[in-house]
């Protein structure tokens, strides 16, 4: 059974950093895409990174660029999410996707989320 | 980025009903189209990918069409269990989510 297990969220400052993880198992993990999504408190989602399978490929959305680093550990079956000069508008849960890449690109699995919530 | 649209962003509808959800991309985005459903709380559930076909596991009451810029997700007979809120996902550039629609219990 595939699982996608989140940690790391919480409370911080604004200015701030966080480290989120995610424990991945059920599957090959090193031979999949795999992304973060957020959603903010009753808004909709958006996509903000992702690391290709082979550790060759990383992208950002514009909103994170610069601030937010994707990492894996493909021995570890863990992806990463270090988040620093945090600001309120990066309040929301976080997912950890599992994503396919061949024909149609999508999203197959999702964990359960941790929320960030960035506040003084 | 692609911008995608959804209309309506909310409905109410009865057990039984039929669904259309419409879904819009701002340029041609082929059939690089995925259907997601979100229960409060929950995180979301691929339903659709590649704007027609059906995840495995999900109800066949559930369809999806269109290509281009134009694409659907249609229910055919709501069930109680779908009241839930809808997010179209583009996957041809830069990955980018609809605002969803919220179909809620008339």
Redesign the interface.
């Given at each position: 059974e595939v699982q996608l297990v989140e940690s790391g969220g919480g409370l911080v400052q604004p200015g701030g950093s966080l480290r989120l993880s995610c424990a991945a198992s059920g599957f090959t993990f090193s031979s999949y895409w795999m992304?973060w999504v957020r959603q903010a408190p009753g808004k909709?989602?958006?996509?903000v990174s992702?690391f290709n399978s082979d550790g060759s490929s990383i992208?950002y959305?514009d909103s994170v660029k610069g601030r937010f680093t994707i990492s894996r550990d493909n021995l570890k079956n863990t992806l990463y999410l270090q988040m620093n000069s945090l600001r309120a508008e990066d309040t929301a849960v976080y997912?950890c996707v599992r994503g396919?890449q061949y024909?149609?690109?999508?999203?197959?699995y999702?964990?359960?989320?941790t929320l960030v919530t960035v506040s003084s | 980025d692609i911008q995608m649209t959804q209309s309506p962003s909310s409905l109410s509808a009865s057990v039984g009903d039929r669904l259309t959800i419409t879904c819009r991309a701002s340029q041609s985005i082929s059939?690089?189209?995925?259907w997601?459903q979100?229960k409060p709380g929950?995180?979301?559930?691929?339903l659709i990918?590649?704007?027609s076909?059906l995840?495995s596991g999900v109800p066949s009451r559930f369809s999806g069409s269109g290509s281009g810029t134009d694409f659907t997700l249609t229910i055919s007979s709501l069930q109680p269990e779908d009241f839930a809120t809808y997010?179209c996902?583009q996957?041809y550039s830069?990955?980018?989510?609809?605002?969803?629609t919220k179909v809620e219990i008339k």
């Open positions: 992304h909709g989602l958006a996509w992702r992208s959305a997912y396919i024909g149609s690109k999508y999203f197959d999702w964990g359960q989320g | 059939n690089f189209l995925n997601y979100q929950k995180a979301p559930k691929l990918y590649a704007a076909s995840q997010y996902q996957s830069t990955l980018t989510f609809g605002p969803g």
